[in-house]
């Protein structure tokens, strides 16, 4: 079935460094790419999304890009900060209620 | 941020026990979806449903059962559980439930099965 693969598991960074998290997805009809950040006993929230039409989008300090032949996707943070400590999901879907998730990456920011 | 409302937060449960989860949105949303996080695992995609309506059943075992009574509410009645099923149980809405939009989490309630 479909997966979407999620790498690293772990991420730790110094504050100011930048950050990247990648994906994979299997299914080729996957054509919406949200990102979630999940604080510690807090709800998962969307921070970013991109579609299939678009290469990369920015939105301040975090940025996706997406490249469909190898069929993946990119988290970038830049200039991390230690609010940025969360969890991150990454998704796919081909355009259908059905989010396949990444299995979460642990961010931390080292002060 | 109320949009999304989960109760109770935590349960603790034994295997003979019949419990409810319970999840109301605010947002006017016609989709809401049920979603077990377990640890080291991907968000798991239980229940949807559309205007009321269920329209996936991601083969989940009957003794967890879903019920929608309004566009609002959303249940999840647990009956003879499991230790494995002690999870984060995540509910979301979605403004139409049709892919490609943002999906909106609830606080979620953590389940621990004795």
């Known amino acids: 079935g479909e997966n979407v693969e999620q790498h690293p598991s772990t991420l730790s960074v110094q504050e100011g460094d930048s950050a990247v998290i990648k994906c994979t997805y299997s299914d080729s009809a996957s054509n919406y790419f949200p990102w979630y950040k999940q604080e510690l006993g807090k709800r998962p929230q969307l921070i970013i999304d991109?579609?299939?039409?678009?290469g990369e989008k920015k939105d301040q300090r975090i940025a996706v890009t997406l490249n469909k032949t190898a069929k993946h996707f990119s988290l970038h943070i830049t200039e991390t900060q230690p609010e940025d400590s969360a969890v991150y999901f990454c998704?796919?879907?081909?355009?259908?209620?059905?989010?396949?998730f990444g299995t979460g990456t642990r961010l931390k920011v080292l002060a | 941020e109320t949009g999304v409302t989960q109760t109770p937060r935590h349960l603790v449960m034994g295997m003979t026990n019949k419990k409810s989860l319970k999840c109301e949105q605010h947002l006017g949303h016609n989709a809401m979806y049920w979603y077990k996080q377990s640890a080291k695992k991907p968000l798991e995609l239980m229940f949807v449903?559309?205007?009321?309506?269920?329209?996936e059943n991601n083969s989940v075992p009957s003794r967890f059962s879903p019920e929608c009574p309004n566009s609002s509410h959303l249940f999840l009645h647990l009956h003879t559980l499991q230790p494995e099923d002690s999870a984060l149980y995540l509910c979301?809405?979605?403004?139409?439930?049709?892919?490609?939009?943002?999906?909106?989490f609830g606080s979620g309630t953590q389940l621990s099965v004795l």
């Open positions: 998704a796919a879907t081909s355009g259908t209620y059905k989010y396949i």
């Open positions: 979301a809405s979605s403004p139409s439930g049709g892919g490609r939009e943002k999906l909106f």
């Open positions: 449903y559309n205007f009321k309506e269920q329209t």
């Open positions: 991109i579609r299939s039409n678009v």
